[in-house]
């Protein structure tokens, strides 16, 4: 019986992958903690809303996009909310949907938190490469990622609605 396997080159870009997201996430995450008193989690969360016109977004919105468990961006969304960076609601839309709204002091929190963030990026992830290269890995791991979400794991696959 003949097992699947990976050749060398693709086991090779499969380990650097692993090991720079490991290395990259490390670093971000203390510099996150650091400047902000945040979680990766909690500034995906807060980040995805400050990026959004309203700055607001449904909870199952938000799970689906940073491709976390929906009871656990609840639990994540509350600490925010009690630190009074968010507030939660009843969705306009849907009775039972929440709806969280950027406040305030978590403009403010981002504010704070980006510059070094930005610095850690072109620091440790952007500086090794060039222009061309930033752009050509743009690409591939924009193409990963749709095919990838093509079958998301149920955190990132988006809701059915209720008409």
Do not use: C
């Not at 019986?1 to 080159?9: A, G, K």
């Not at 720079?20 to 902000?36: C, F, I, K, N, Y």
């Not at 949907?97 to 952007?126: C, E, K, Q």
């Not at 979400?149 to 609605?161: D, H, M, Q, T």
């Amino acid at each position: 019986m003949n097992q699947p396997s990976l050749d060398p080159t693709q086991l090779g870009a499969y380990f650097s992958l692993i090991e720079v997201s490991s290395l990259l996430r490390h670093t971000v995450e203390q510099q996150l903690r650091d400047a902000g008193d945040l979680s990766y989690v909690q500034f995906q969360l807060l980040a995805t809303l400050g990026d959004s016109p309203t700055g607001s977004s449904r909870m199952t919105d938000l799970a689906d996009g940073v491709v976390y468990s929906r009871s656990g961006l609840t639990y994540q969304a509350q600490l925010l909310e009690q630190r009074g960076l968010v507030t939660r609601a009843p969705s306009p839309d849907d009775e039972r949907g929440v709806t969280v709204t950027l406040t305030d002091a978590g403009r403010s929190v981002l504010a704070d938190v980006f510059p070094g963030h930005i610095a850690v990026l072109n620091g440790l992830f952007f500086e090794p490469l060039e222009a061309g290269d930033v752009e050509a890995l743009g690409g591939i791991l924009g193409r990963v990622r749709d095919h990838m979400r093509l079958n998301p794991p149920r955190s990132a696959a988006p809701r059915k609605r209720k008409s």
